[in-house]
């Protein structure tokens, strides 16, 4: 996968993919996919959904190779988790 340079600022970035996932994506997806990855372009809308963020990133740049990926984890904050989680 190679990368594609960013043209938006990280702020504005962040704001594109959630809007879509919120409004467009999300009621088609999560249903059933709790802890999949759906890989988002923010510009056409269009997004897959994978196990993993590069195998959903890969598929969508199948489609569109100019992708701007923007990844969610359905039924969570964040992608990824740092650290070793909560403590008791």
């Known amino acids: 996968m190679t990368m594609q340079p960013l043209r ?16 467009q ?9 709790h802890g ?3 890989a988002i372009d923010i510009e056409t809308g269009a997004f897959e959904l994978a196990d993993d963020t590069m195998t959903a990133s890969d598929w969508l740049l199948e489609r569109h190779p100019d992708a701007q990926i923007w990844c969610v984890r359905i039924g969570h904050k964040g992608v990824h ?8």
């Open 25 to 33: 994506i999300r009621p088609q997806v999560e249903v059933g996919n």
């Open 8 to 23: 938006y600022s990280k702020e504005e970035f962040a704001r594109r993919g959630n809007e879509l996932y919120t409004t």
């Open 36 to 38: 999949k990855i759906v």
């Open 81 to 88: 988790r740092f650290g070793v989680g909560r403590l008791l």
